[in-house]
T-cell receptor, first 111, second 116 residues
Framework: QKEVEQNSGPLSVPEGAIASLNCTYS??????FFWYRQYSGKSPELIMS????GDKEDGRFTAQLNKASQYVSLLIRDSQPSDSATYLC???????????FGPGTRLSVLP | DTAVSQTPKYLVTQMGNDKSIKCEQN?????MYWYKQDSKKFLKIMFS???????INETVPNRFSPKSPDKAHLNLHINSLELGDSAVYFC????FGSGGAGDTQYFGPGTRLTVL
């Protein structure tokens, strides 16, 4: 069974702080990893994708991938109340057809 | 223009009924998906179609039947609805291929199904 594990939270951080979201995955052969943001009552939207070990930065977001540890994380710098949402970690399986999502971590950024 | 649209947005029905949810994308993508998100917020893939051909059919009851009349449309028909079918159903689309732009999925707004 291919799985993604995340801490369900809620993770509360003060405005301006760094929020750190973590995820582990089971499919060692996976090559593609994603972070989606989902506001309450809305659909998921892709915020980061990462394919290689190391860091990938996009604005205030940094994704980190460690394939040996089967671990991917998302850092949000200068957190804003508008970042309050559920963050879903996902990977695309080794066959390239199936996306597997984690249960999501609920982030709350306090003003 | 909405990239991925679904109808209806809300669906309330009785157990045992048959219902359909429609999805359309105007992005020119080759691949479309149906996901179910339950009350615990788990987002689980149900079906995937590439150019009108089924390429993923996860273990879902055969009461669920996807239909793709063309590559811009993927509908979901559900027979004999059960209480456990209550969830939010999301349609999504992506360009075909793994890696790079092929991995970007665009989700529809979701259909909240409530079975009474």
């Amino acid at each position: 069974q291919k799985e993604v594990e995340q801490n369900s939270g809620p993770l509360s951080v003060p405005e301006g702080a760094i929020a750190s979201l973590n995820c582990t995955y089971s499919d060692r052969g996976s090559q593609s990893f994603f972070w989606y943001r989902q506001y309450s009552g809305k659909s998921p939207e892709l915020i980061m994708s990462i394919y290689s070990n190391g860091d990938k930065e996009d604005g205030r977001f940094t994704a980190q991938l460690n394939k040996a540890s089967q671990y991917v994380s998302l850092l949000i710098r200068d957190s804003q109340p508008s970042d309050s949402a559920t963050y879903l970690c996902a990977f695309r399986d080794n066959y390239g057809q199936n996306f597997v999502f984690g249960p999501g971590t609920r982030l709350s950024v306090l003003p | 223009d909405t990239a991925v649209s679904q109808t209806p947005k809300y669906l309330v029905t009785q157990m045992g009924n048959d219902k359909s949810i429609k999805c359309e994308q105007n992005l020119g993508h080759d691949t479309m998906y149906w996901y179910k998100q339950d009350s615990k917020k788990f987002l689980k893939i149900m079906f995937s179609y590439n150019n009108k051909e089924l390429i993923i059919n996860e273990t879902v009851p055969n009461r669920f039947s996807p239909k793709s009349p063309d590559k811009a449309h993927l509908n979901l028909h559900i027979n004999s609805l059960e209480l456990g079918d209550s969830a939010v159903y999301f349609c999504a689309s992506s360009p075909f291929g793994s890696g790079g732009a092929g991995d970007t999925q665009y989700f529809g707004p979701g259909t909240r199904l409530t079975v009474l």
